[in-house]
């Protein structure tokens, strides 16, 4: 048995009725309507009941936690900038231009890569130390067997090794993968950002102590490649912070 | 779809679901990048916001459309101005994620056309079943659009020419369908 | 659900929570799986067809693509929102793979082919023959064994390590333990910023090992007939030895070199301010092991999934 009379047109205005939308003079004949019809008078009851049962709806929490995905997106999601900020304007472009660069440097050095090519260049100063230091490595068995005798003095080395270590290039490296990684911790994992702050902040510290011995002995060779090598370290892991801040990890 | 809803007058938050001083503060946090605020923000706004989704496109994507909806907050946080309750901007913008997803559309109207889950078959009230979904349940398989208004109208509180503009739709064309909805979902009134 | 899927372009939609799908692979094909969140554990069979196993949420797609010559697994939702998905494959033993993840662990074994791996936050295994490995992770460990060739290991947070293996070796971690052991290579690097660096294998003639730590010490094995020329660096740390230095000449306390046999191999030991350690093969080793034991057997109680059988591989050395 069908209870709706489809063929009646009051029941297609029902719902106007029951939210009080009717024109008066079309209500009252609604309502004159209603007396004689039961289909109708009952159809308004459901009605009513649907809108109440609607109004009185409960919201819940999804049975499954949504929270993880969401957050592993928004850990890889670029926040949009509010608003433009003019004054910064030829900076910003010039971080844009860089951080794919940084992406794609990383993608090709890669965290994994221990970059050879710098250690070997920041020892090279090792092959020819500084007057009074030792040769601790040899090239050859043969050199080897002699090299504990001090090696002749290189003054070239001696400038090589200290811009490996005093470099404005490497310095304005530091600083924009530095940015790059400010610019972009709304996107990290907050754990894995802290995790990446806290390495920075071990390998700022062994910068800073090679620093002290280099002052303190400036002519140790070794001390300065350490001291190199251990910048290379942090341009490495700035490197692997921007590759993971440009959503590439 | 973004600009179908600008104009409208929001609905304000329930204040006893949502503490809106929390929110201020935790607003400003995530907005800075802390996850952990963000967190909070979720769980006190996610029984609305999936409450909203899972009626408004049913419960196969819910789930995916909530979390688009956190995801795009946090992305446009930034763009908070915080001249309205944070919960307000949010459930905008919710309802702009909603009505703007195409895929979504695209796997209802495959739903439609296999005629699985669509309501509109039934001719009044059946008699009781085992297969009988609740209410709740059974506004998440109207028909599209007497679904959307449906729950803008009856559960949201918007009035048909806020939803007729957001639908781009006459308000005409929304009273009809609500009319629609609530006649089909007499069917689902428990008893 | 298992399908033969002769061509290689696939979605499984799912609204079950496992995707089980296995499809022809052609010869030579590189996998990729970029995963966002999940595990990736992958073994070999002798077919030469990929299985995919996942666990995932409902209405989660597991999508293979093939494309000159690179087979694609991904996992995706209708509305392309990122999610957690754990991967078992079953792959032909030649197939090279290119697997990330951002929270999860990487587990292979018995891949020969190349190998890259990669996790943010969770541990990376590569195990068997390999013909060359990268395996890395931010906050996880990092562990290769077994490669034939070219080994890059790396970890940011925790340890990395590397056992039998005779490829070039390219190890380092910041705030890790290195640990190489049963090395059969002719060419390693291994450094560490905040962590220990142990070695125990060959030392090659003509061959090259370079060790550095800035804090921590550095523990070298060197087998009795190893002819290597030494060189030994540290700013405040120390240094000693097992078996008698044959000195000769001048020497600063804290840089000095030596000669061990025909000083065929060089070596460079470094430590800003660690302890370096030379030992002979099997004495230290077993204080190493002890330690690795005990880190392991924290490591599966902080993972709640002790099985126990930390020290089944006791005494595998060559």
Sequence with gaps: MTITPAHDPWTDRLSEYVDGEMRPVDREALEHHLAGCPACSVALAELRSVVARAHALEDRAPADDLWPGIATAIAATPRRAPVARPPADWWRRRLDLTLPQLAAAALVVAALSAGTMWIALARSPLRAPAPGATAPVASSPAAASQQTAPAPASPTAVTAATADVVNPRYDRAVAELEQALADGRGRLDPRTLQVLEQNLRTIDRAIGEARRAVAADPANAWLRSHLATTMKRKVDLLRTAAMLTAGRG | MAAAVSGVTMPSVDPDTVPAASDAIDVRLAAGGDARAYERIYRRHVPRIHGLARRMAGDDDAGDLTQMIFVRAWERLGSFRGDAAFGTWLYRLAINVILGRRAATRTERERRDHGEGVIEAIPARPARSEHRIDFDAAIGRLPPGARRVFVLHDIEGYKHEEIARMLRVTAGTSKAQLHRARMLMRAHLER | ?318
């Excluded at chain 3, 067809?49 to 010559?69: I, M, Q, Y």
């Excluded at chain 3, 509305?79 to 697997?99: A, C, E, I, N, W």
């Excluded at chain 3, 013909?131 to 490669?147: F, I, L």
């Excluded at chain 3, 003639?205 to 094995?221: E, L, P």
């Design chain 3, 1 to 318: 659900m298992i399908a033969m899927l002769a061509v290689l372009t696939a979605a499984v939609f799912s609204t079950a929570t496992h995707t089980d799908t296995t499809f022809v692979a052609r010869s030579g094909a590189r996998l990729e799986i970029n995963n966002f969140g999940g595990d990736i554990a992958v073994e070999t069979w002798t077919r030469n067809a990929v299985r995919v196993e996942a666990d995932h949420g409902a209405r989660v797609g597991v999508v293979v693509d093939a494309d000159a010559g690179v087979v694609e697994v991904r996992a995706t939702t209708r509305l392309g929102v990122p999610t957690t998905v754990d991967f078992r494959l079953t792959v032909p033993r030649g197939m090279s793979l290119k697997l990330t993840t951002i929270h999860g662990d990487i587990d292979v074994k018995g891949v020969e082919g190349d190998v890259e791996a990669s996790s943010v936050q969770g541990d990376v295994s590569v195990g068997g023959p390999a013909r060359s490995v990268k395996a890395g992770s931010v906050e996880g460990d990092a562990s290769v064994s077994g490669a034939r060739g070219k080994v890059e290991v790396s970890s940011v947070n925790a340890d990395a390590s590397a056992e039998h293996v005779a490829g070039p070796i390219s190890i380092s971690s910041v705030n890790g333990d290195v640990t190489l052991s049963a090395v059969e290579s002719d060419d390693v690097e291994a450094s560490t910023i905040n962590g220990e660096v142990r070695y125990e294998g060959a030392i090659r003639d003509r061959g090259s090992y370079r060790f550095s730590s800035h804090d921590g010490g550095i523990t070298v094995a060197i087998p009795d007939r190893a002819g290597a020329a030494v060189s030994v660096s540290t700013f405040s740390g120390g240094f000693s030895s097992a078996f008698p230095i044959p000195w000769s000449g001048a020497r600063r306390s804290n840089q000095f070199s030596f000669t061990l046999g025909n000083g065929g191999a060089r070596i460079e030991l470094e430590s800003f301010q660690g302890e370096i350690r030379l030992q002979r093969p099997g004495t230290g080793k077993d204080r190493m092991k002890e330690r690795d034991a005990e880190k392991s057997k924290a490591k599966h109680r902080a993972k709640t999934h002790d099985d126990g059988d930390d020290e089944s591989d006791e005494g595998n050395r060559p």
